[in-house]
């Protein structure tokens, strides 16, 4: 049940997806960040756009303000790795979608990605129940909302009749306690 909370932690939302970066899945997998890239760039006809995508810069500098508010860490490095050539150059990381790690299962075959993608994938299952459960509640609290503001409306109304009918009584007092006029008995 750790791992799976230790997973839970490492999934983010990017471009309304939940995803894993390729340098959480390589720590995951125990390799490097560079050997899981080469891996999937030597089968990429398994990874369509919807499987994984690059991350802009951009969408890297929100997330890692988000993971350093989260951690108050002091920087979350752009990869492992850098390339040797033009004057290290730093690469955007890669954003593994849920089927896109499933489909790494295919390409990595050690015992441990094998076991780790078992555990990804319950992580994932966890998180969707308890987005299904916040909806739920979401929707349960819109409803009794909804169910307050007429109770709200009704109870006004109850309360304009009382003091409409203590308006009356104290007006029908004032009349009876008045002196009459003209002829008396």
Known sequence: MQIIKSIQNRIYEIRGERVLLDRDLAVLYETETKALNLAVKRNLKRFPNDFMFQLTKEEFEALRLQIETLENSNSLR??????????????????FTEQGVAMLSGILCSDKAINMNIAIM???????????????????LKELREKIGEH?????QIYDAMENLLDETAAQRKWEDRDRIGFKK
């Not at 709200?152 to 006004?156: E, S, W």
């Open 78 to 95: 752009l990869q492992n790795e850098t390339s040797k050539g033009r004057g290290g150059t730093r690469y955007m990381p890669y954003a």
């Open 152 to 156: 709200d409306v009704q109870l006004n």
């Open 122 to 140: 319950r992580a994932f299952v966890e998180v969707l129940k308890i987005l299904l459960r916040q909806n739920d509640m979401k929707e349960q």
